[in-house]
């Protein structure tokens, strides 16, 4: 195994441990918003209802979680055979460009999310990863 796949596997160990945490967040944001059923917040001047906002947000850290964990798992079995890497090097293309978009959707509305930058640089790492152990293929 060369120095490429173990760095691989290290990471994609990461993501998976990541994945694994943004999706107990999300489910703990979804179960956790029925306790604030009747509560409402204000987002620039309307009231919303926090249920549904925490269920919003929690939602989308679970689909986020799920891919994390889906390019983590592919991760691995890439670090393993390197002629396996190929959907594991387009799916971290696809969320590189998928996290810069966000990224820079909060950026412009004025808002920093660390999650989000720390997601793109783990794929950004990945995709770098792959690229060496695809050249080994």
């Known amino acids: 195994m060369s120095g490429s796949q173990k760095a691989l596997k290290v990471v994609s160990l990461l993501l998976i441990i990541y994945a694994v945490v943004m999706t107990a967040f999300g489910i703990f944001l979804v179960a956790g918003g029925s306790f604030l059923a009747g509560e409402t917040i204000d987002v620039n001047g309307t009231a919303e209802a926090a249920n549904v906002m925490a269920a919003a947000l929690g939602g989308g850290t679970i689909v986020g979680g799920i891919v994390d964990l889906v390019i983590g798992l592919l991760g691995l079995r890439g670090a393993k055979n390197p002629r396996k890497v190929g959907p594991f090097f387009v799916l971290c293309i696809i969320g ?3 996290g810069l978009v966000g990224l820079g959707m909060s950026l412009a509305q004025g808002t920093f999310d660390l999650w989000s930058l720390v997601s793109v640089v783990i794929v950004a ?5 792959s690229a060496q152990v695809k050249k080994q293929a």
Do not use: G, P, T
């Open 96 to 98: 590189l460009v998928l």
């Open 125 to 129: 790492v990945c995709l770098y990863l």
